[in-house]
């Protein structure tokens, strides 16, 4: 095969990548939380994006597999658990239980990573893995190969609303050269900060999971906040700004 074969390939397998807005329910209306979920997955989203803290790990608590068994029979999407917690292994067959369709751990949380991504594999769901921002990407190489996604945070993780760290944009970059590189076809998920104005430059860079929370909701816009995000991140996607 040509490095130009290669190069075509690869372009291919990148063209039948889908951006999806994964709508992170930290930001919602928790009182109301279904009807959240329903004006955001009208608006387009696609992903629900389950934010699991522990307190520990970060400094906030959330929620837990308790919430994800609720919200499983009120929406068909896919439920994206981003677990922010110490000892994730504990916790992963509580998680398949209620529903879980992809977890993804924090490197930092985990002494065994391997073994915890396979624990998630064996487990039916699909297995990602976080990388805070101090963390340099290149200490994925060995589990590239077991994961569905990466997921890049933008933001030291534990709270919605702050502002986008702009190096994320080189890491997701780096990311989708090495999935090139290494012949894989691994997601690029991003986390913390993304909204209308920073939407783009992360798509551009090769993110194709685009997590928001404040950017999507809000009292009586969620749902056009969700359509006009995802029309700002597809145009940036196929090209244009
Ligand atoms: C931060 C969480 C994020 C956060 C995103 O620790 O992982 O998912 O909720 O919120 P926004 O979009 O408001 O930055
Ligand atoms: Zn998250």
């Not at 002494?111 to 998630?120: D, E, K, S, V």
């Not at 990407?137 to 945070?153: A, D, S």
């Amino acid at each position: 095969m040509t490095v130009a074969d290669k190069l075509g390939g690869i372009q291919e397998r990148e063209g039948s990548i889908v951006i999806e807005l994964a709508f992170s329910i930290l930001a919602a209306d928790f009182a109301h939380l279904a009807d959240e979920i329903a004006l955001a997955e009208k608006g387009g989203g696609t992903i629900v994006h389950v934010d699991v803290m522990d307190g520990h790990f970060v400094p906030n608590i959330t929620f837990g597999p308790p919430v994800v068994k609720a919200i499983r029979p009120i929406t068909k999407l896919p439920l994206d658990c981003h677990l922010m917690i110490e000892n994730p292994d504990e916790f992963i067959p509580a998680f398949a239980e209620a529903g879980a369709d992809m977890v993804a751990v924090q490197i930092e949380a985990c002494r065994h990573l391997n073994r915890t991504l396979q624990l998630i594999a064996d487990h039916g769901m699909k297995p990602g893995v976080v990388l805070n921002p101090a963390t340099p990407v290149e200490m994925l190489v060995e589990v590239l190969p077991m994961v569905h996604h990466v997921l890049v945070m933008s933001v030291n993780p534990g709270f919605g609303g702050q502002k986008f760290l702009p190096r994320a944009v080189e890491r997701i970059a780096r990311l989708r050269e090495m999935r090139a590189e290494m012949g894989l076809n691994y997601r690029i998920e991003v986390d913390g900060g993304i909204a209308h104005d920073t939407v783009a430059s992360v798509v551009q860079a090769g993110a194709d999971m685009l997590v928001a929370g404040s950017a999507i909701f809000s009292p009586g816009k969620t749902e056009a906040n969700a359509r006009e995000f995802l029309k700002v991140a597809r145009t940036a996607g196929a090209g244009g700004e």
